[in-house]
DNA sequence: TTTAATGTCTCTAGCTACTGTAGCTTCAAG
DNA sequence: CTTGAAGCTACAGTAGCTAGAGACATTAAA
């Protein structure tokens, strides 16, 4: 059996949080020593783990508590689980593309700043450009060319 | 010139929020119409946009501050305004590099998850599995290059 | 065995970046 | 001139933690 402090350091996760998931019933109660303190099951241990790696990658605590209940039966098929890491991985790509336009511009920004001034600067252009934007908000764009 | 609620619209970016953004300084203090409605220009909607872009890319609301400070004096000497823009290349590297790493990991999970069942299934195994843990046990925020 | 250090407990408050509510006023269409 | 959508201010609540206060528990050294 584990204490909340060691739980912590095994899973990587600090003890507030750890603290503040079972608040939130992300993690069953713990049981208590004589003492009051909590103590953790290796499965417990586990349980936190796969929490925080679906934290490092992005899923919100609801989709985690999803995914949660899913690993708890797993005799059903994995469409649900699927699609919960597919909108994740959709997100992600577009995240990266428009990270990677952002570093052109500010790369040559800076490459020009080494001349001195900052001419025609296209930083709020390349991330106001709606051609990257996956939603689409133009409508109201025709107007404002006039 | 545009009310508050077509700004948003046009921007993707709902009214509130940009209340929001006016009330901690981030976008300037609108004009106003004789009846004391907030009216915009189509400058507002870029910078407007230019923010939803960013916030979609991670950028704190104070990193945007500077980017926008950045823009906002393209004509002046460069010393501060590169130390900024090197500030957010650095951080754009540091948030490609994490994104991608997530994105193999992500697709891995995706990929042979097709018709399966849960006691098989990817997504599960791979936040369940230390072994494919390849970070050690730092912090959600730290940053992950090997 | 005493003591000091460290760990854990609960509770509360704060943080960022919004989001929603209540109750009112303004505006544009009919 | 009415009516309904959209605007206004002000304040409360949300997610996902994080930090602090003050008290009790546990452990390792003296």
Same mark, same amino acid.
């Given at each position: 059996m584990l204490t909340i402090g060691k739980l +912590?350091?095994?899973? +990587? /996760? =600090?003890?507030? $949080?750890?603290?503040?998931? @079972?608040?939130i019933g992300l993690l069953p109660e713990a049981e208590r020593s004589a003492g009051n303190q909590r103590l953790y099951?290796? =499965?417990?241990?586990?349980?936190? $783990?796969f929490v925080r790696h679906a934290r490092e990658l992005g899923f919100t605590l609801d989709a985690i508590r999803d995914l949660l209940s899913l690993s708890d039966h797993p005799d059903q098929p994995?469409?649900?689980a699927d699609a919960i890491a597919k909108a994740q991985l959709? @997100?992600? @790509?577009k995240r990266l593309a428009r990270l990677a336009s952002l570093k052109?511009?500010?790369?040559?920004?800076? /490459?020009?700043?080494a001349g001195g =001034?900052?001419?025609?600067c296209r930083v709020i252009e390349v991330l106001s450009d709606h051609s990257l934007c996956a939603t689409d908000h133009r409508h109201l764009q025709d107007e404002k060319d006039h």
């Open positions: +912590g350091q095994a899973a +990587g /996760v =600090k003890v507030p $949080t750890i603290r503040y998931y @079972e608040q099951s290796r =499965k417990a241990l586990d349980r936190l $783990t994995c469409a649900a959709a @997100e992600i @790509e052109v511009e500010l790369n040559r920004m800076v /490459v020009q700043c =001034k900052i001419a025609d």
